[in-house]
């Protein structure tokens, strides 16, 4: 069983900046990529973020704007996101995830999912 766990979120102030983390335990894959998604109040979940297990290339959403950098960590059991920049619109839920398809990186559709850290920014 895989078992994906995020950290790192809080409560901070626009314009503040926090590292969000994902460590991946239990059964282990050869990941094709992992990524981050966020469900911000009364939204939808959308993609932010994702990083290609066999190269490093990474792939942003469009509103990211350069402020978030995603990345992995040595043991290549964790992933990363840095926030900075933050925003009131950045509020939300912030899931890690992981997928074995390479459609992912084109579909943003990924399989495996933790269960979120919160991201507050206030105004």
């Known amino acids: 069983q895989v078992r994906l766990v995020e950290s790192g979120g809080g409560l901070v102030q626009a314009g503040a900046s926090l590292t969000l983390s994902c460590t991946v335990s239990?059964?282990?894959?050869?990941?094709?990529?992992m990524g981050w998604f966020r469900q911000g109040p009364g939204k939808e979940r959308e993609f932010v973020a994702g990083?290609?297990?066999?190269?490093?290339?990474?792939t942003y959403a469009d509103f990211v704007e350069g402020r978030f950098t995603i990345s992995r960590g040595n043991a290549k059991n964790t992933i990363y996101l840095q926030l900075t920049s933050l925003k009131p619109e950045d509020t939300a839920v912030y899931y890690c995830?992981?997928?074995?398809?390479?459609?992912?990186?084109?579909?943003?559709?990924?399989?495996?999912w933790g269960q979120g850290t919160q991201v507050t920014v206030s105004s």
């Open positions: 995830a992981a997928t074995l398809r390479v459609t992912s990186w084109s579909d943003r559709v990924y399989d495996y």
């Open positions: 239990g059964r282990t894959y050869s990941w094709y990529a």
């Open positions: 990083i290609r297990w066999s190269d490093d290339s990474t």
